[in-house]
């Protein structure tokens, strides 16, 4: 029987490390399998279900492994959950979480990933630590922890690639700073507001000391992404200021309630991002959107807006128009779009200039600006024409669709287009519109689903996921 070498095998189970159930299999094999297998489960072993985690620790009663040594990451609320499951008293806790984090500086070689939500040990203390430390490249983390913990943090880890930041309230982490700007290689950060009903003085504003330590990162940074939730308008300024020194972004999201006046809005539109290729920035106006994909350096592969979220509030058919139009003549290598189109005949047939065009594309998600004029009749109008207009001319790799409420297909309709697809890749669909969950048009796509022309359907939300 043929043996696959060691390094062939282990190549193989890290292609496996999101598959627990595969890669426990493996572990039974043979020796020779399981000791190439262990290497690969204990790097992450926090990510798996809790039936994997209890197999692990039915493994490490086995002499067999050093299984810490192969760990490189750590899960501080995975790893508190399951100290609880020992005891439910908090010394007890507080004393195996201490003994854990003990082992595991001195078992593990280098640490790669520490998410250190609800953290209550200053891990930088162990003698190991140092060499533990200094090879971090991903954190998560809140800003409810002590800034002394981050200050204790910067003194080792300074090779930090990606960071992610839930900002629990008002008050700026002085610590959290620190550790941004002590960084050599910081690629990717994420910033997100986690609080309600709070707002800022002068004093406790923490965006600004935060946005003056990225800009320092302009050279390095690749992946921004920012929801502040109570913006003035100094900060408006400041980060209007910083964000066109980001010019080396390749994904750029700011989420919700990032609204600019209409003098912001006019020096938005010049941000220039030659390398960019995820894009999506909610709240604003559809030509804002529009110039900073004219001045993308045709290398976006996702515009990932959340179209009800426009605040064009009177739609000019121009606007979307123009859209589509910038979508084409920019974007060849396209693969996900959401767009908000005018009902008239001109929109669709930009649009399917747009299919024509965008070669790669394989998702659209798709929504009519509201006009509260329309009739049901009219909506089946609309989607019949979108139906007719990916028969035609939807590209080869075509596989979803996301479409509003606006859209109308009957059973006839849907039944017709489903047939045409029939011999292309499977397709899903998704929709807001309740009218779907019908028995009727349950069954249809059931049938279609059991002879592969549908491979997805839900009802809900339409946004992608990002």
């Known amino acids: 029987m043929f043996k696959l070498s060691k390094d062939i095998l282990f190549l193989i189970f890290e292609e496996l490390q999101d598959d627990s159930k595969s890669l426990f299999s493996c572990l039974m094999v043979n020796r020779f399998w399981c000791e190439t297998a262990v290497p690969v489960l204990w790097r992450d072993p926090w990510s798996y279900s809790e039936e994997s985690i209890q197999s692990s620790s039915v493994l ?42 003990y082992f595991f500086m001195k078992k593990c070689p280098e640490l790669k990933y520490l998410n250190m939500k609800s953290i209550k040990h200053q891990i930088f203390y162990f003698p190991e630590a140092k060499n533990c430390l200094e090879s971090l490249c991903k954190l998560e983390c809140d800003s409810s922890i002590d800034s002394a913990y981050f200050y204790g943090l910067s003194h080792f880890c300074q090779r ?40 800022f003085t002068n004093d406790d504003d923490p965006y ?29 300024i400041l980060l209007l200021e910083i964000l066109p020194k980001f010019y080396k972004l390749k994904i750029l999201i700011i989420d919700d309630y990032l609204l600019l006046n209409e003098e912001q809005l ?8 030659p390398e960019l290729e995820i894009l999506n920035i909610e709240y604003n106006k559809l030509n804002t959107v529009s110039n900073i994909i004219e001045n993308s350096g045709g290398h976006l592969k996702k515009i990932l807006l959340k179209p009800y979220n426009i605040i064009d509030f009177e739609l000019d058919n121009e606007n979307s128009l123009n859209f589509i139009r910038k979508v084409y003549e920019n974007c060849p290598s396209l693969e996900y779009l959401s767009i908000l189109i005018s009902s008239t005949k001109e929109n669709f047939t930009e649009l ?36 007719k207009i990916l028969i035609r001319s939807a590209p080869t790799n075509f596989k979803e669709i996301r479409f509003g409420s606006e859209f109308k297909f009957s059973l006839e309709m849907l039944e017709e287009f489903l047939e ?7 397709l899903s669909l998704f ?29 809900g939300s339409i946004n992608y996921r990002i």
Request: net charge neutral; hydrophobic share 40%; with cysteine.
């Open 208 to 236: 600004e000391q935060i946005l003056l330590a990225l800009e320092k990162k302009a050279e390095s940074l690749n992946y921004l992404r920012l929801l502040f939730q109570y913006v003035e308008n100094y900060e408006h």
């Open 266 to 273: 006019e020096k938005f539109k010049m941000q220039v991002y």
């Open 160 to 199: 930090i690639q990606k960071l992610v930041i839930i900002n629990m309230d008002t008050k700026l982490n002085n610590g959290i700073v620190k550790l941004i700007e002590v960084q050599k290689n910081l690629k990717h950060f994420e910033w997100r507001d986690d609080f309600y009903d709070e707002f």
């Open 420 to 426: 045409n697809w029939r011999g292309r890749r499977a």
């Open 60 to 101: 490490v009663k086995s002499t067999l492994f050093d299984y810490l040594s192969f760990c490189r990451s750590i899960k501080v609320n995975t790893i508190n959950s399951i100290i609880f499951i020992g005891s439910t008293l908090a010394y007890n806790q507080f004393i195996i979480q201490q003994e854990f984090y």
């Open 352 to 387: 399917e200039t747009l299919l024509k065009r965008c070669k790669n594309l394989k998702s659209l998600l798709i929504v009519i600006f509201d006009n509260y004029e329309d009739t049901y009749e009219d909506s089946l109008k609309y989607g019949k024409e979108l139906l």
């Open 431 to 459: 929709t807001i519109d309740p009218i779907y969950m019908r028995e009727d048009y349950t069954e249809l796509i059931n049938k279609y689903k059991s002879n592969g022309v549908v491979k997805d359907f839900e009802y």
